[in-house]
């Protein structure tokens, strides 16, 4: 193999010198008066302060004199070209509390890189509602409500947990209560902080309940909720396997036992994303998604009105970024992202499907296949024989009244295919 290598005595030219720091300095609704003194050096000290109107409107333009750019909207294309064109002067970038919390901290991180920022935080304000609340940080389930849908709250909803919503705006938490109250909820306790750590600051108490959407609360809140689930709301616990009765559906539904054992199969792991192959009602990647809010799926249904109810089950079970792709595999399968896993619950015999999936899986993905008809399972079989993996039978029987009696009904066994593709296959 060819190496460059550095000729001795040959120079290319002095190293160009790295490009300087771009400081983060996060700012809390009490301004300046606010600020540690290493975060006012930094911003008396700037040639360029970036920010949005609101935080450069806290900071005192007598003590800071360097030129002012207000951030543009959409903030995150203009990012890297703003940085670009003040390069190599003292840039200072506000941001709202802590910058590295669902903050301007993860755009610059991607966009400029993390080695090149000096960030100096400022308490967030899910710690200044925690210090409000007496609650410990760490026990808390955050939940953001900022550009995602409401629906996201529903994964975090048991009962006893205490949640922390960081909100849109000032109708976010009339939507809030008006999601515990459909999902069984309407016993929690809510509590709106507004303005956090300013003068301004202040605290509406009440429960889901009773909660009417207030036009008079402040745009900057959080919503702090003590989650009590109603005796007779239906139970959904936090690992796959949730009951049937959650899913609607029109009998194309992978049934909770060999769907707990699926996704065991599975494994799914942080941030991971996963191809549903013949979705039916979209329990399996639901319920993938469910495993950590950072995981990802597709979902890849040919019947349009069982796509559309895959939409409403990801919107009811709390996974609303769930993707939903309508149409036929193979063919539908095309342009998608490089999966980590793939789940085939439909579809096995069409033409070229099976080799699909395979062709896409990297090196390492798993697969996994179900199925209840003989002429899948000769398939999985073969594919069995070809490539290893386990080649399982899962058969669920569930006791039913017979007569006076008690007996077994017996569901139709499930083949189910599973296997890590190893280096060497194409
Ligand atoms: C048994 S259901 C899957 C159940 C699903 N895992 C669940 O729990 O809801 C099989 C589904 O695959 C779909 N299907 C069959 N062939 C397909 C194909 N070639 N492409 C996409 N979907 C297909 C069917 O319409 C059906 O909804």
């Known amino acids: 193999m060819f190496r460059s290598r550095r000729v001795p005595g040959v120079s290319s030219g002095p190293p160009s010198p790295p490009p300087r720091p771009v400081s983060v300095v996060g700012i809390g609704a009490d301004g300046w008066d606010g600020l540690p003194e290493a975060s006012r050096r930094v911003l008396r000290e700037a040639e360029v302060l970036i920010g949005g109107l609101r935080q450069l409107q806290l900071v005192p333009a007598d003590d800071c004199p ?16 703003l940085i670009a064109e003040h390069d190599g002067r003292r840039i200072a970038v506000l941001a709202s509390g802590d910058p590295t919390f669902y903050g301007i901290g993860r755009t610059l991180a991607e966009t400029v890189g993390a080695d090149r920022l000096h960030v100096l935080p400022h308490p967030s304000s899910v710690s200044y509602a925690c210090a409000r609340l007496g609650w410990p940080l760490e026990d808390v389930e955050i939940v953001t409500l900022v550009g995602r849908p409401v629906a996201s709250l529903v994964a975090a909803l048991h009962d006893g947990r205490r949640l922390l919503v960081l909100s849109a705006n000032r109708h976010t938490p009339g939507a809030v209560a008006a999601l515990l109250r459909e999902k069984g909820y309407g016993g929690s306790r ?29 745009a900057l809140n959080v919503v702090a909720i003590d989650c009590v689930r109603d005796p007779d709301a239906l139970r959904l616990g936090a690992v796959p396997g949730l009951p049937d009765e959650a899913y ?5 539904l992978t049934k909770r036992y060999v769907r707990a054992a699926t996704l065991a199969a599975l494994a799914p792991a942080p ?13 399996i990647g639901i319920e993938w998604m469910r495993t950590h809010r950072t995981c990802r799926a597709i979902v890849v249904e040919k019947h349009p009105e069982r796509a559309e109810r895959i939409g409403r089950n990801m919107l009811a079970l709390g996974v609303p970024k769930l993707r939903v792709v309508t149409g036929p595999a193979p063919e539908a399968l095309a342009g998608l992202p490089v999966p980590d896993a793939i789940f085939i619950g439909g579809g096995l015999t069409a033409p070229g499907l099976l080799d699909a999936c395979w062709a896409a899986l990297p090196t390492g993905g798993r697969m996994v296949a179900n199925t209840v008809t003989l002429e899948s399972e000769a398939l999985l079989a073969e594919w069995y024989g070809r490539h290893g993996g386990e080649l399982v039978r899962l058969a669920v ?14 569901a139709m066994p499930v083949t189910q295919w599973s296997v890590t593709k190893g280096s060497e296959e194409g």
């Open 248 to 252: 609607e559906h029109d009998g194309q």
């Open 271 to 283: 941030g991971e994303l996963l191809w549903d192959v013949g979705g039916g009602s979209g329990s």
């Open 397 to 410: 029987a569930t006791a039913v009244p017979v007569g006076g009696f008690t007996g077994w009904r017996q």
């Open 190 to 218: 809510m509590r709106v902080l507004e303005q956090l750590g300013g003068p301004y600051e202040r605290t509406v108490d009440g429960t889901a309940g009773g909660w009417d959407d207030d036009e008079r609360l402040d």
């Open 66 to 81: 360097g030129e002012r750019v207000t951030w543009l909207s959409p903030l995150r294309p203009t990012v890297a070209g």
